[in-house]
């Protein structure tokens, strides 16, 4: 299976370096031209224990690849990553500005049926306004679902909490969409993870509860 990530950042690397590392061929997309150039020169922007050593791996297998060009990297993947920022505006709530970007971004270069998956934290209803600027705005009429994904990693053992998750949560309206986050996230289903199966909304509240009993650091 093909997936792209973007935004190459603290979530999106991890998350596109261990898919690949569970054996798929991910595309992991940045805007920022000189991040993209260090990652293909084998340089990880962040420290995280175990990083470097599954992302050259990866790389030597052909199964990982850096890039900035977005609608390449949409047009080949049937499940798209969104790991894009999405910091406190000054009242506190969340700017969602890449996250629209990035959505007239999928919308212009959709080609076929693709599940789009938030991975960046987001309030409740933004599923939904990903799916409708996506109605809105694509150019060919083409089937796509929207998956709500959050992640829970820490800082510092971001790797291990990706590979060994103590729940993997996956909201959704779409069967279809479920078996195929099921399909990518197979090898934790080996080690008996608890998966949480819910709407887009609730799964997106899940992300926010956590981050209201566990801190903002946790956003
Ligand atoms: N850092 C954490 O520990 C953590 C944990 C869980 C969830 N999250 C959430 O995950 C999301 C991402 O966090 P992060 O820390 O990885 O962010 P980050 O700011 O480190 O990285 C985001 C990346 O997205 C890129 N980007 C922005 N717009 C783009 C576009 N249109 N096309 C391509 N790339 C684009 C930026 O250049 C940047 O490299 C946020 O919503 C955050 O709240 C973070």
Redesign the pocket.
Known sequence: MNICV????????VTGTCFADFGVNVSC????TS?IDMLKRGEIP?YEPGLKEIVDKNINEGRLTFT?D?SESIKKSLVIFI?????PKEDGS?DLS?IE??AR?IAKNLNGYKVIVT????PVGTGKLIESIIEKEQGEDHKFDVVSN??????GS?VEDFMRPNRVVLGARSEQAIAIMKDLYSPLYLIETPFVITDIETSELI?YAFVYKRGRH??
């Open positions: 973007i935004g190459t950042g603290y979530v999106g690397l997309v940045d805007k920022d991040k962040i900035t977005l790991a894009v920022g999405t910091p969340a890449y970007e990035v971004t991975k960046s934290t987001v959050p992640e829970f990693l820490r800082e971001a992300k946790h956003l």
